[in-house]
């Protein structure tokens, strides 16, 4: 596992109730590295934060991160299944 991806998970385990259901992806491509988020839907609102500056202060920390490494470092989270979105569609 890189460091961006132990870094990310890290955090997350440490905020979310079921640390057991984060699951984290890494691809690299000509873009940079991009990390995808899985966690339970009861987890969402407390990574996502008030109005998102809960996962924008993590996406700054892991282009800090990336930066320090040379890479450019993406955070992609899921929405999982029977999410917000999904329950407003029905």
């Given at each position: 596992m890189e460091r961006d991806q132990e870094f990310l998970e890290f955090i997350v385990k440490?905020?979310?109730d079921n640390p057991s259901?984060?699951?984290?992806?890494r691809v690299v491509d000509e873009?940079?590295?991009l990390l995808t988020l899985s966690i339970n839907k009861d987890d969402m609102a407390q990574v996502i934060g008030k109005s998102g500056r809960t996962a924008s202060a993590v996406r700054t920390?892991?282009?800090v991160v990336g930066m320090?490494?040379?890479s450019?470092?993406?955070l992609k989270i899921n929405e999982p299944e029977g999410?917000?979105?999904e329950?407003?569609?029905?």
């Open positions: 440490s905020i979310v259901d984060v699951k984290i992806d873009m940079g590295v920390l892991l282009r320090k490494n040379n450019r470092v993406n999410g917000i979105k329950g407003m569609n029905a």
